[in-house]
């Protein structure tokens, strides 16, 4: 018709593992209906890629699998861009997928969320509330068995110190404790006290893992480094859980030399996180015993779970997405050549490819 204005086409994003809050966030954040989301509760996996046929770009979370057989079924669906709505990922075969199809991610969406839930799991461990509040439903109000430790003049080790490893060591040492870092890459005039890795194993009293997931620190807490650790040290893992390998873990415990461990993240964490299986027999033998020891506490990779933080996510992934496709270019990509280098040569002002 002359005259009339034709509309965009809508950029289409298939959006897997969707949450109730996930939908809640997300449609918020696109109110104005820009883009068209299609939701799926399933895992992307090999089996589900063909749900996002006919799309231009997927939502993925960290429990999606984006191996080399998955990334080259989603380009032969037509996908061109893999949003992350998390700052990790390690779940990504970022070397395979360089050159052929570029991804974005969060980098940072609410570090304090992150660094708060890592002091709440601590308190509730050392101060024993998980169990007060247990008996106290049963109206048992005995304190025995619920002597803690004060945080105060305590060790603490705090193994990276990105955003929210720094905001986690704000929170220590409002707590009055003593903090000793080590990370590869230390952030330099932060008046961080640094030591060897070995030194912070050595000398901690509490260890705190806020570093991503590499192949060089898989399993960086195993049964040589626990055995380096003091007797009865307590265990905070809020960043991803194959930094712990959980069998040597649950030794560690069983043999007294882990006072406590506190655990958002799991090695096995994809086929259980997330879901509800009160009323099955989960097959995963260690987590079933890890879960039953009285000294241990888990919640399920929940720490980024606050409004600001689901609201950043959301934002900030239909902004990477909006950049790519209108403006030809997104600072929050990330590739193989940036994973390599001291720094991307493209510096994201251009698509990394």
Partial sequence: MEGSVEKPMKIKVAFFDAKEYDRASFEKSNSDGEFDIRFFETRLTETTAKLAEGCDAVCVFVNDILSAEVIDQLMGNGIKLIALRCAGYNNVDIEYAYRKIHIVRVPAYSPYAVAEHAMALLLTSVRRIHKAFIRTKEFNFSLNGLTGFDLHGRTIGVVGTGRIGRIFIDICRGFGMNVIAYDKFPAGESGITYVPLGELLEKSDIISLHCPLTEENRHMVNADTIARMKQGVVLINTSRGALIDSVALLDGIKARKIGAACLDVYEEESDVFFHDFSENIVDDDTLARLISM????????????????????????????????????????????????????????????
């Avoid at 990779?301 to 997405?321: G, K, P, R, Y």
């Avoid at 209108?326 to 720094?343: L, M, P, T, V, W």
């Fill in 294 to 353: 009285p000294n241990v506490i888990v919640t399920s990779h929940q720490a980024f779970l606050t409004e600001e933080a689901l609201s950043n996510i959301a934002d900030t992934t239909l902004s990477n997405i909006r950049e790519y496709f209108q403006y030809n270019r997104c600072g929050n990509e990330i590739c193989y050549k940036c994973e390599n280098s001291a720094s991307c040569l493209q510096s994201h002002v251009a698509k990394c490819f």
